[in-house]
């Protein structure tokens, strides 16, 4: 069954609208209704229309302040404590906006009629036991519902996103020719659908999309004053750090659980839980950064690697997470398969270039 949503529905839920008050204390549980889950999908402009982003990094200071850094083994050149702008390092990102919140439980069953997730108890709370695939089967859905045409294809394999059916996206158990096929996702660049953000889109917001403003080398999305001595970060046993606490949901002080979006204060261009409460999927690939004097234009992973079981981006930590974890740096990397309840979603949309 086909919906209609009016041209004022998608006026409201399109652009930036004040912020709506949550309470980390709401035990609601109800049926979801697209009308009202959608009404309170509202974004921040961060890079906004008609401009472009130029970050240029030429030191480690967005990051040695509060840690050590450190390259995995997994993949080569891949910084685990780096995040995504190293020295050298020069990015251009186009126009684009960020949901202030991530994905709730009731916008997600309103548009794909069902609800996933583990913690399903105290107010509007993040979807979480979602997948990549299904991050981008829901993108595309959403968009069909709000009269855009969806951001997402994949190549070969026509796809009807407005009836696929849950069973119908891989899963760990799928035949791995089955998800080498999905993973050729092609993006339509010039459109307006809704999609999930790069890791450079991800992490400038976090951030606090201002390269010259203090907040830009704080360790969590915030506007915390204090710096963090390195040794300190790491050697916290007790969980607990008093910066997080006023903007994130983390082990120190979630109760092992997840809460309703939006309980803890905003970072500075209004986004809420970029650090904490579940970790967020980006489109990238999981792949080496190679630093080259020239531009990258929008980077996004490159192309999907050799391997055969490449995984996928995600980053802001988790509820369960130490703090160190939940670092606007720190990276994370799944297999688009990967269903588990501490990755949910949070939605990006490209912007007019002129």
């Known amino acids: 069954m086909k919906h209609?949503?009016?041209?004022?529905?998608?006026?409201?839920?399109?652009?930036?609208?004040?912020?709506?008050l949550l309470s980390c204390e709401q035990n609601i549980t109800k049926k979801a209704d697209f009308n009202t889950a959608v009404q309170n999908l509202t974004f921040k402009a961060i890079v906004k229309k008609g401009t472009k982003a130029d970050i240029v990094i030429t030191d480690d200071s967005s990051w040695s302040t509060y840690c050590d850094g450190g390259e995995d083994t997994y993949i080569t050149g891949r910084f685990l404590f780096k995040g995504a702008f190293l020295n050298g390092r020069k990015v251009r990102l186009s126009p684009f906006e960020l949901a202030q919140h991530e994905v709730t439980?009731?916008?997600?069953?309103?548009?794909?009629?069902?609800?996933?997730?583990?913690?399903?108890?105290?107010?509007?709370?993040?979807?979480?036991?979602?997948?990549?695939?299904?991050a981008v089967v829901f993108c595309n859905k959403l968009s069909l519902k709000?009269?855009?045409?969806?951001?997402?294809?994949?190549?070969?394999?026509?796809?009807?996103?407005?009836?696929?059916?849950?069973?119908?996206?891989?899963?760990?158990?799928?035949?791995?020719?089955?998800?080498?096929?999905?993973?050729?996702?092609?993006?339509?660049?010039?459109?307006?659908?809704?999609?999930?953000?790069?890791?450079?889109?991800?992490?400038?917001?976090?951030?606090?999309?201002?390269?010259?403003?203090?907040?830009?080398?704080?360790?969590?999305?915030?506007?915390q004053c204090a710096q963090l001595n390195p040794a300190q970060f790491y050697e916290n046993t007790k969980n607990d750090d008093a910066n997080l606490n006023e903007y994130g949901l983390y082990r120190g002080n979630?109760?092992?659980?997840?809460h309703a979006v939006g309980c803890k204060r905003p970072n500075r261009i209004g986004l809420?839980?970029?650090?904490?409460?579940?970790?967020?999927?980006?489109?990238?690939?999981?792949?080496?950064?190679?630093?080259?004097?020239?531009?990258?234009?929008?980077?996004?992973?490159?192309?999907?690697?050799?391997?055969?079981?490449?995984?996928?981006?995600t980053r802001g930590g988790s509820f369960y997470e130490k703090a160190y974890d939940c670092a606007v740096s720190r990276v994370n990397w799944y297999y688009p398969y990967r269903r588990a309840n501490y990755i949910g979603i949070r939605l990006a949309r490209s912007l007019p270039e002129s």
Not at 8 to 13: E, F, G, S, Y
Not at 254 to 258: K, P, R
Request: hydrophobic share 40%; aromatic share 12%.
């Open 4 to 20: 209609t949503v009016t041209r004022a529905l998608i006026a409201a839920a399109l652009i930036p609208a004040a912020v709506f």
């Open 105 to 134: 439980q009731e916008l997600y069953e309103a548009v794909m009629g069902h609800n996933p997730s583990s913690f399903k108890t105290g107010g509007p709370r993040p979807v979480e036991m979602v997948s990549w695939y299904d």
């Open 146 to 223: 709000m009269g855009l045409e969806p951001y997402y294809t994949i190549q070969d394999k026509p796809i009807d996103w407005e009836d696929i059916q849950y069973d119908e996206i891989p899963t760990e158990d799928s035949p791995a020719e089955l998800r080498k096929a999905w993973d050729k996702v092609i993006c339509n660049t010039s459109g307006r659908g809704f999609r999930l953000p790069t890791e450079a889109e991800w992490e400038f917001a976090a951030r606090g999309g201002n390269v010259t403003d203090a907040a830009w080398k704080y360790a969590f999305a915030g506007t």
């Open 254 to 258: 979630s109760g092992n659980v997840i």
């Open 272 to 313: 809420y839980d970029m650090s904490g409460n579940v970790q967020e999927w980006c489109f990238d690939w999981a792949a080496a950064i190679n630093i080259s004097a020239a531009i990258e234009e929008n980077p996004c992973g490159g192309t999907r690697p050799s391997v055969d079981e490449p995984s996928r981006i």
